[in-house]
């Protein structure tokens, strides 16, 4: 199907970054220069993480109006891992509302020494976006919302959602990373049996289940150019650019934009928020989501991290992007002249 | 002098916020609304602060264009206490560039529950809205830019300089508060000799000379007509609206207000950049500098101060800007559509 | 059988206590004036533990000559609890020796405030009298002492053991407890899979075994005359005084009796050591195991606890008996003169 | 004088060690053991330590009987630094008794990890054998006990106390140790603000000078000889064995010993404690008082330290001696049969 909205805003000349094509070969020396580093190593917790190949490099973008531009390895799958944290979030910030799932799940980051600390001083976790609060959202969207559906069901339900933020593009699910995940989970478990120690979790919350929520949502399978639309559906503010759908209220999305702001880079995050300035996610397949706020989505995917399990690759292209765009969330939109405004 | 820049703006209906008359009236609203609010505490650990009176409220308001507006108490001095780290910050940023800043400082926030722990993980104060942070780049000021000043000639060397960011306005200074904050800084001297046993400051740092400039900063007395010319300069990426003057550079600026947003409110710093999503700093005078990137400075003053030390009235004029208008940082600029986009 | 050690001592008059009936009249005193208090709660995590009777109250001693007297509620069964943390732990000492255990679990107190960090410095568990260290100490049992022993086969054979160290009294075992605690015991599953996380355990522990050996462990029943004898043969290095049976080493009581001196009574273990001066361990059924080294066991059993979770009448009783007797380690012998050398 | 106590125990033929000859005959074999050791290194931290001989090595016994024993370097002088502590603490704890001494400071080890957090859960220091609460048992003696002292007449007040500790031998002081200690505590001056910040201490308590009255005790000089008669009034109940004075109460000897042995060697107590079992205290001058208690007192002496600040020789004799001899604590009596009972 045309996208009408991309052919509408065409014939107006009103794209966000008029000239598309200069845009593109910034994105590519982009690229090519991330392309050639050789830093960081594949997670190795699970066996399938352990055999991704370090070679795998590629960038997807897509504007608020729907222009889309990707470079490597696009369309190879990889699980979403962490990077269902704030799809999850945002799902239930939808669903239920933000004054329901802040009941249960502060909105701070942890501060970086202290990632042992499960609990915030409200015994909730910190936020959405690290694995304890994480496994909280799962087990409001299991328990709060339509309650009556099976795992299955369930999952399904909250698989489809998640395809709305992608234009409808399906998702997958790699059942021997599922297997693995919940095998080597010994973090997750104490995480989940302590949170249940302390009542964090809504009544009638059947723990075993919620685990293995967490870690289905975390093993299902997109690539690049599926996520890079997710990306700008939040930087057009709930607005699939694809499919000119509503799928969240900008309330929602302000929320999540907040938090992977803050919270999204592991504890890299405060420093992520201080040089790159971008709402942003990473997970350890590899894979991260940035955010341009009306502007644009981006997904980047590289398997090798560094030390706090991020993307060498990605990092060191949200570096670059911000040297040569006025993108960071406080770069003066008149005055900061030596950027490029794209 | 008339404000040449306002001139010419004026000419050519260029304002960043076209129907400045409404704006106002909204401002009006929100002013009345929070004076209502006689929630608070003043502080009460020197007898300066403790005199203070709890009906005092004023709000300037000063946008990039240089256009102004005031209500209530906005030219009663009051001293810049915390009000005053952005600003030294900024001023260390010019001087001595980013890279020597935070060679001596972090630039995270430190984690709600754990004020107490002083130094990152790399044995550095985490950032330089904290107290240990402040009295680190007070010493980097002192020592590594123009060492061969005497501290009175440092003195008047930075208030010139916080001056320029406000247009050549000029600032006090409360000689009372000084010799009382330096009394009851037990505080601050931990800090200080805490700082200095792990090697924190620069080479030839003199402490107790520190130490003193850091109280005589905090001293510096300002109101809120002043402030919010300061807060604009931010806004405008380190231009002053009033003089035109380039007074910091955009690296600059965006440096501070990154800091500002993520670290300036106090143990209230992630919820306010959560709620409220806009970089600002308060102090325990009552005062709080609040910055809209490319539209205007904001400056509040009312001394009653809640638990965390934040202004009563001030945090609720700020959440009520947040609910009228799309100011938050992620707010969406096409579909927020129910806020006014002034 | 007649106690051979008792009667060849009597005739010799050489007791350790020589007026044993004076001796009596003041535990008895003891004991009424403790009975009478009704501070506490009963433990209500699990309902077993709930349902207890407040009013339930029993002492009883056992010297190192054999010497016992009881009185009370002494033939009333109760669980261990944590009472069999430092006799699994005097078990491991025997059966693998101290260099092997103490590879795995730490022999220091944790600091009062810091029950939420589970491991120490060298990623071990503090020490074997909090559950951390406990469960891992049923894990070396378990895995690495005869491991060829079904679950069952190696609690019969721990049970064996026990039963040796108090006179081969038999021991007896709730299962109503055991299923409600391993259901309950979110607190213990999280320590659980956190020490897997971070490789605690010795390879092929089987972590759900370890747990039900555990909370097995813990759902052991016994009462005060038997475990009075138990505490009898740690106070008589290691010899039962009713059996003339060598169960434990001089070193492996050592290092119980320290152990149970630093970290013995939860959160107390401090200020119990610093007034009361010996080693002790008490449990959340209201048990408490309490050693004079050289001279006596004492078991004492009440089900109300005080809000560090030890047992009310047991603390009281304890109080007492180092006002009346010389009993705390530094207690001089020769000066302590106002004290009773019994 | 004649030792009075000696001579009529001699008499009686009733010493403690009947045979003094054997043991001084182990105590030579491990004075020479240790004497090869090279490990360590002196403290450095002001000039006066760090120009420490590291050949020296002494070690002095004394026992309850007042029979003596010496060899090395036992007369030469060494500043007491942390061996102050527990004298301080004994001389307030028999000036203003244990109630109010333990109104202003804990007895509790700290544990291991949190030597940065300076107070415990009830805002006072953990215990008098760390820095922070040792300053403010200073600061008792200086404002509690006869406050109507010049802070020269204080010192010299309790630097008498110590001497009869002693049997009168006279002790020293180190002006240019004090000097120097004053000038590079960067540490101690933040205990101390921090400390005053939360109201530790007593009212009208002098920061300055009790810091000055800190460093003092810290400097004064004495040798192995003296302080191991000081040793031996604690091992013998409070009453000097040498001039059979009674300096200390039974009640006062029974705390000082019981914190020394939780709390005495710094970062190793735990484990000390664990291995040795024995009331110590360590300084970074290298020397260590060990209390037998009802047996001797011994104080030995070598600058070279370990990373975690005790004596290296001194720590490598303690262990010797535990296996040598049935001194630790919870060594059994009658069945430890492989050890000497000296």
New interface residues.
């Given amino acids: 199907a045309p996208n009408i909205v991309l052919i509408t805003r065409a014939f107006r000349s009103q794209f966000v970054i008029p000239d598309f094509q200069d845009f593109i070969k910034d994105i590519e020396e982009m690229y090519w220069t991330a392309k050639s580093i050789t830093d960081g190593k594949v997670a190795s917790y699970i066996p399938q993480l352990a055999r991704a190949n370090c070679d795998n490099w590629g960038v997807s973008v897509c504007t ?1 109006d729907g222009q889309r531009f990707s470079i490597g390895d696009v369309n190879v799958p990889f699980t979403l891992q962490s990077c269902s944290k704030p799809l999850t979030y945002a799902m239930a910030l939808e669903m239920l509302g933000p004054d329901v799932v802040h009941q249960y799940v ?9 990632n ?2 499960v609990l ?2 409200n015994m909730k976790p910190h936020n959405p976006m690290i694995n304890a609060g994480a496994i909280l959202v799962c087990s409001l969207l299991k328990t709060l919302d339509k309650p009556e559906m099976t795992l299955a069901e369930k999952f399904d339900y909250v698989m489809s959602f998640f395809s709305r933020l992608a234009g409808h593009e399906a998702l997958g699910f790699n059942n021997a990373v599922f297997l693995s995940e919940r095998e080597a989970a ?2 997750n ?6 949170m ?2 302390h009542k964090c979790y809504p009544e009638k919350t059947n723990l075993r289940e919620c685990m293995d929520f967490y870690f289905q949502c975390c093993s299902m399978e997109a690539n690049c150019d599926i996520m890079s639309i997710m990306a700008a559906t939040l930087a ?4 699939c650019p694809i499919t000119d759908e509503k799928v969240l209220r ?2 929602s ?3 999540v ?3 992977m ?2 919270c999204g880079m592991y504890d890299y ?3 992520f ?3 790159v ?1 971008l ?1 942003a996610k990473s997970g350890v397949s590899g894979a991260m989501l940035i955010v341009v ?2 502007v644009m989505g981006i997904c980047t995917w590289s398997p090798p991290l560094d030390p706090l399990g991020n993307s060498c690759r990605g990092l060191q292209f949200c570096e670059e992007l911000i040297k040569r765009f006025n993108f ?10 030596h950027k490029k405004d794209p």
Same sequence: chains 1, 2, 3, 4.
């Fill in positions: 608020i502060g909105t701070e980051p942890s501060g970086r020494n202290f042992e600390l915030d001083h010994d973090r478990y104490a995480l989940g049996f302590y249940r120690e057009n503010g709930g607005i900008p309330d999305v302000r929320n934009l907040s938090l702001h803050s995050s405060g420093q928020a201080f040089k300035g709402p706020p009306n960071h969330k406080y770069d003066n939109i008149r005055y900061a002249s």
